[in-house]
Structures are given as C-alpha cells and as structure tokens.
C-alpha cells in the first residue's frame, strides 16, 4: 500500500446535501489540481471543502490542509 498524506483538521458529520456542489468539486478537481471555493462568509465553502476531502480521500495520495491564518506551509 502506498504512503498516503491527509491533514483535513476535523470532519462533518452532521453535512448533508449539497450533491450539486460537490460533483462539480469533483469536475473541477478532475480537470485541475488546485480549485478555489469563493463567496460570503457563512454560505458553507469550509464545509463544503471538509466534506468533500474526507470522501474523496480515496482518490488522492495528499491532501493537504492549510488555514487562512497559517503564516508558513
């Protein structure tokens, strides 16, 4: 088995819906490596993202978690 990398800080277990959303992640992560989810505070992308990390994480080798606040990678 390969090293796999997941650093996704918690998960979502009250997330439900958004099927819509989350197939398109899905699109735009099959045709680009890196996708930006943008918006008003308060729509849902951190979720969102959190949600769609812990059931893809299958799919890729790292997934990396990186706060806004993080100063340094």
């Known amino acids: 088995m390969s090293e796999r990398l997941f650093s996704v800080p918690f998960t979502d277990e009250n997330f439900i819906g958004r099927d819509a959303e989350l197939a398109r992640l899905d699109e735009l992560f099959t045709a680009h490596s890196t996708v930006a989810l943008t918006g008003i ?28 606040s993080t100063k340094t990678i």
Do not use: D, E, M, N
């Open 41 to 68: 505070g308060g729509v849902g992308k951190t979720r969102l993202a959190v949600h769609y990390a812990h059931q893809q994480k299958h799919r890729y080798p790292f997934i990396l978690w990186v706060s806004a």
